[in-house]
């Protein structure tokens, strides 16, 4: 991973607890007093300063009762990932809203594969 891309990835990160944390309900300072760090700890890693260790995410994802995964997923730049997290927002619609979806994504995606070929 480039110096760029684990930027990239620290500020994705960072929104990705943000937008859980505050689903939750949480201010930044409840959610540092029930890890066990202090609230600028908690700003840091939502502004992309710093990465959180493996196992202080894995106590945020517990804390906000989100699956690591989806965490991480959301903030990747992999295609691999970023599709999983297509299908598992996908999988929440009716399969008339995912067919409308999948018909409106693949317009798009032909549209822009000939303007890239052009």
Same mark, same amino acid.
């Given at each position: 991973?480039?110096?760029? +891309?684990?930027? =990239?990835? %620290?500020? +994705? $990160?960072?929104?990705?607890?943000?937008?859980? *944390? *505050? %689903?939750?309900? $949480?201010?930044? =300072?409840? $959610?540092?007093?029930? /890890?066990?760090?202090?609230?600028?700890? &908690?700003? *840091?890693?939502?502004?992309?300063?710093?990465?959180?260790?493996?196992? !202080?995410?894995?106590? &945020?994802?517990?804390?906000? @009762?989100? #699956? /690591?995964?989806?965490?991480? !997923?959301?903030?990747?730049? !992999? #295609?691999?990932?970023?599709?999983?997290? $297509?299908?598992?927002?996908? +999988?929440?619609?009716?399969?008339?809203? *995912?067919?409308?979806?999948? !018909?409106?994504?693949?317009? /798009?995606?032909?549209?822009? @594969?000939?303007?890239?070929?052009?």
């Amino acid at each position: 991973m480039t110096e760029q +891309n684990e930027k =990239e990835f %620290a500020r +994705n $990160l960072g929104r990705a607890i943000a937008d859980a *944390r *505050r %689903a939750k309900g $949480l201010t930044q =300072e409840k $959610l540092a007093d029930v /890890i066990g760090v202090e609230q600028e700890s &908690i700003s *840091r890693l939502e502004r992309g300063v710093t990465l959180p260790s493996l196992s !202080r995410l894995m106590r &945020i994802a517990d804390v906000l @009762a989100v #699956p /690591i995964t989806s965490l991480i !997923r959301s903030s990747s730049g !992999r #295609p691999v990932d970023q599709a999983q997290d $297509l299908v598992e927002k996908l +999988n929440e619609l009716s399969g008339e809203d *995912r067919a409308w979806v999948r !018909r409106w994504v693949e317009e /798009i995606c032909a549209k822009l @594969a000939l303007q890239h070929r052009q």
